[in-house]
């Protein structure tokens, strides 16, 4: 994104997918999402961004 010439603008991570299950073991939350199961080590499953062309 920034090699094509794009300036990032915000970037968000989280610790869930939407309507995505990768994982088997994976716990259901409310809104069809998933994340890792208790115990497990959370981590990012899903990343936001906005970029704008400079």
Do not use: C
């Not at 920034?2 to 994976?26: C, D, S, V």
């Amino acid at each position: 994104m920034i090699q094509a010439g794009l300036t990032l603008r915000e970037f968000h991570e989280y610790e869930y997918t939407n309507g995505w299950k990768p994982f088997t073991e994976m716990k259901s939350l409310p809104g069809r999402r998933w994340a890792m199961p208790d115990g497990k080590p959370s981590m990012p499953l899903m990343y936001g961004l906005v970029a704008q062309r400079a």
